[in-house]
């Protein structure tokens, strides 16, 4: 076990931005015994200690930083994470109020609880519910700063407390999915409100829009795995890297336009990657097959190249006249491609550099 206090103080103060003076003040001490507390020469007595740890809304144990309360405080939220996730929710309640009222000041307690009334509200649409998760992750934002789990954040709080919100009041929902659609990320969920509330035309703005960038994401992560797999080497992984080239290729076929334009940009790059695992694989033939295809493909776009989707995308419903897709290939395909061969992927340390300068050599000749 052991204590903290006086880094507590010190950081506790600083999350205020007080001064030790503006501290010493709302406390009624000398700045000296603020500066003694946060140097660890001194320590308040047991009334102080209740006064400060009102102040900044912390308890007494989170204050004093016992690593033993912490470590209940763990196994509590443990706990209730089990039994919500076995559907056991009325122990969960139960378990949850416990922990709360043990360590009301708690973030990973209180954020915990309001995960299991999250999920016992969507299931049952309940909307007493959906109040008390909102409740509780609105609190568990006070607390934030204690917070340790790099998947949680404040943008991820306010998603689920308008998640909530569309049990309770679907306009309000609305208005608050939209002031955290950053990137357009809740695009998606907006199409989803907006159909429930009959509104067509917006619904298909918004699912267009989810369609476009769920489409880059999916493009770049694939290529990102298959380069990964690559990585590792072995006759299974190069595989279903090339599985998944040829997969990628097929899901651009069935949402491009039969017309030139950016997806013919990208399936010259799957052919790229998919030439390269090939040499790896020591088949040649499929190598010089694949960097022909895609060479052609790159030829083409280069000839009438537009990252316009709104052109290019087989099923576009978007009030948008254009929508441009930014990548790191460029206006030119051929020379984009030939690009991150010779540079970005050059400068990766499992390529096969022997490899890589025959599929360099066969792109700029063919």
């Not at 357009?184 to 829009?209: K, M, P």
Request: proline share 1%; net charge neutral; charged share 25%.
């Amino acid at each position: 076990m052991k204590l903290k206090l006086h880094e507590n103080i010190k950081r506790l103060r600083r999350e205020r931005n007080l001064t030790q003076e503006k501290l010493a003040e709302i406390l009624g001490v000398t700045v000296g015994a603020v500066s003694k507390w946060e140097n660890g020469n001194n320590t308040p007595d047991i009334v102080m200690l209740a006064t400060i740890a009102s102040f900044f809304d912390v308890s007494i144990d989170v204050l004093l930083g016992y690593d033993m309360a912490s470590k209940k405080a763990a196994k509590l939220v443990e706990s209730i994470d089990s039994l919500v996730c076995e559907h056991r929710f009325d122990e969960a309640e139960n378990l949850s109020k416990d922990a709360i009222s043990r360590y009301p000041h708690d973030f990973s307690v209180i954020y915990a609880s309001a995960k299991l009334y999250c999920v016992k509200a969507l299931e049952n649409m309940d909307k007493e519910d959906a109040r008390k998760a909102m409740g509780l992750l609105t609190r568990s934002m006070d607390y934030i700063s204690q917070n340790t789990d790099p998947d949680i954040n404040d943008f991820v709080i306010r998603t689920q407390i308008a998640y909530n919100y569309m049990i309770i009041d679907e306009k309000a929902a609305l208005e608050m999915f939209k002031e955290i659609n950053f990137g357009g990320i809740n695009d998606t969920i907006l199409a989803f409100v907006y159909l429930q509330n009959g509104e067509i035309n917006q619904a298909l703005n918004y699912s267009t829009s989810g369609i476009i960038n769920h489409l880059g994401e999916l493009i770049g992560s694939t290529a990102y795995m298959i380069l990964a797999l690559s990585g590792k080497g072995g006759k299974t992984n190069i595989g279903e890297a090339v599985c998944i080239a040829d997969t990628m290729i097929k899901v651009i076929d069935f949402f491009a336009k039969d017309e030139v334009g950016c997806f013919y940009k990208y399936k010259a790059f799957y052919h790229a990657i998919k030439a390269y695992l090939c040499v790896c694989m020591g088949d040649f033939k499929g190598m010089k097959k694949s960097i022909s295809e895609g060479k052609k493909l790159a030829a083409c776009f280069d000839e009438k190249s537009s990252n316009d989707m709104a052109k290019q995308l087989k099923f576009y419903h978007s009030d948008k006249k254009q929508y441009y897709m930014i990548d790191s290939i460029g206006e030119n395909a051929t020379l984009g491609i030939g690009a991150f061969f010779s540079k970005q992927l050059a400068k990766m340390a499992f390529i096969d550099k022997e490899a890589l300068k025959m599929i360099n050599d066969y792109w700029d000749k063919n």
